[in-house]
Nanobody, 123 residues
Framework: QVQLVESGGGLVQPGGSLRLSCAAS????????MGWYRQAPGKQRELVAY??????TNYADSVKGRFTIYRSNAKKVYLQMNSLKPEDTAVYYC??????????????????WGQGTQVTVSS
């Protein structure tokens, strides 16, 4: 039983930055990985980045070098987004996975999802 709440989305100009936050509550010790996904209008949900309980990270090719996923403590994970592009516009979702040794690139391996936060990159 884990609850996730995202925050930090908004409107930003191309080239700007945003930091998304995900606050977890409940049985946080059952979580082995946390990820950020995004879904743009008319598009499938796609992985942005994930971080495992031992701090291994993985990024989509489209965001490498621009986005960073990190944790501040056991209850919060962040996505720092720099050099934002219009194609980054989407609803961003925080997700948490219960099980070890899964392919965390796949949405089906996450068990808990936040409500999403809108990111719009536009001039």
């Amino acid at each position: 039983q884990v609850q996730l709440v995202e925050s930090g989305g908004g409107l930003v100009q191309p080239g700007g930055s945003l930091r998304l936050s995900c606050a977890a509550s409940g049985s946080i010790f059952s979580i082995n990985a946390m990820g950020w996904y995004r879904q743009a209008p008319g598009k499938q949900r796609e992985l942005v980045a994930y971080i495992t309980s031992d701090d291994n990270t993985n990024y989509a090719d489209s965001v490498k070098g621009r986005f960073t996923i990190y944790r501040s403590n056991a209850k919060k994970v962040y996505l720092q987004m720099n050099s934002l592009k219009p194609e980054d516009t989407a609803v961003y979702y925080c997700a948490a996975a219960r099980y070890l040794n899964r392919d965390y690139r796949l949405g089906k391996n996450y068990d808990y999802w936040g409500q999403g936060t809108q990111v719009t990159v536009s001039s």
